[in-house]
């Protein structure tokens, strides 16, 4: 089963919920992974099982990149606050780079997760 990275940074977690929400049916046949917060908030309000390690500031950033390293994610949708410095930038720029080094889709705001989740219907 393929599976879906889901993060939001703490602005952008009500932006998440809706995204879940919205696109449910189609999340709800994928394995899906998330941070500490987003996984519990997602379970908890929509009720879609998820797997969630820890909160990205204490390492979560980095468990997700290391299983988009070792190619067991397929997707990941990183709602990320642009205007709020995060004191784990570097570790949310490896999180990026590494999505890019293994050519794994990333999708940074609504509009591009709204398109790559559309994707998956096809």
């Known amino acids: ?3 879906i990275a889901l993060i939001a ?3 952008m977690k009500e932006q998440m919920l809706e995204f879940v929400e919205h696109h449910k049916d189609i999340l709800s046949k994928y394995h899906l992974v998330a941070t500490a917060t987003t996984g519990r908030l997602i379970k908890e309000k929509i009720g879609l099982e998820i797997t969630a390690y820890m909160s990205g500031p204490l ?4 468990q997700i990149g290391a299983l988009v390293a070792t190619e067991k994610v397929n997707l990941v949708i990183f709602l990320r606050d642009p205007l709020t410095a995060q004191p784990h930038e570097p570790d949310i720029t490896a999180l990026l780079r590494i999505c890019d080094v293994h050519n794994i889709p990333l999708a940074t705001n609504r509009k591009s997760a709204h398109i790559l989740v559309k994707s998956l219907q096809a």
């Open 1 to 3: 089963m393929q599976t």
């Open 9 to 11: 940074h703490d602005r």
């Open 59 to 62: 390492g979560g950033d980095q």
